[in-house]
Nanobody
Framework: QVQLVESGGGLVQAGGSLRLSCAASGPTFSNYAMGWFRQAPGKEREFVAAVNWSGGFTVYSDSVKGRFTISRDNAKNTRYLQMNSLKPEDTAVYYC????????????????WGQGTQVTVSS
C-alpha cells in the first residue's frame, strides 16, 4: 500500500516562497508518476504539476508555469514542489499524488493521495 505524507505548508506573504515535500512509502515506485494538485475553498481540485519516474519530464499548469518547480529524489522516495513568487490565488490545500504509469493531469487518473497541506498566501 502506497502512503504519501506532505509537509512544508504554511503562511507566507505574496511574493514569497515555500517548498512542499512529499514522502512516499510502500512498494517500489518504478514507473510511478508523481503529481501535485490543489483545492481552494469552494473550488474543484486542480492540477498543479507532475513529474515522471526519472524526473526528466515535467508538466505544469499554466497558472504556475515559471513560478513553481517540481522535482523528485528517488533515493529518498521524496518529491518536492518549490513555489516562488506566490500569489494570494495560490492559497489552497495542496495534495501529493501518485500513479503507476505516465503523467496525466486529471485527478481521477491518480491512485494515491496524501492528506494535504495548507498553503496560505497573504496580500
Amino acid at each position: 500500500q502506497v502512503q504519501l505524507v506532505e509537509s512544508g505548508g504554511g503562511l507566507v506573504q505574496a511574493g514569497g516562497s515555500l517548498r512542499l515535500s512529499c514522502a512516499a512509502s510502500g512498494p517500489t515506485f518504478s514507473n510511478y508518476a508523481m503529481g501535485w494538485f490543489r483545492q481552494a475553498p469552494g473550488k474543484e481540485r486542480e492540477f498543479v504539476a507532475a513529474v515522471n519516474w526519472s524526473g526528466g519530464f515535467t508538466v505544469y499548469s499554466d497558472s504556475v508555469k515559471g513560478r513553481f518547480t517540481i522535482s523528485r529524489d528517488n533515493a529518498k522516495n521524496t518529491r518536492y514542489l518549490q513555489m516562488n513568487s506566490l500569489k494570494p490565488e495560490d492559497t489552497a490545500v495542496y495534495y501529493c499524488t501518485a500513479r503507476n504509469g505516465p503523467i496525466v493531469t486529471t485527478a481521477g487518473g491518480y491512485d494515491y493521495w496524501g492528506q494535504g497541506t495548507q498553503v496560505t498566501v497573504s496580500s
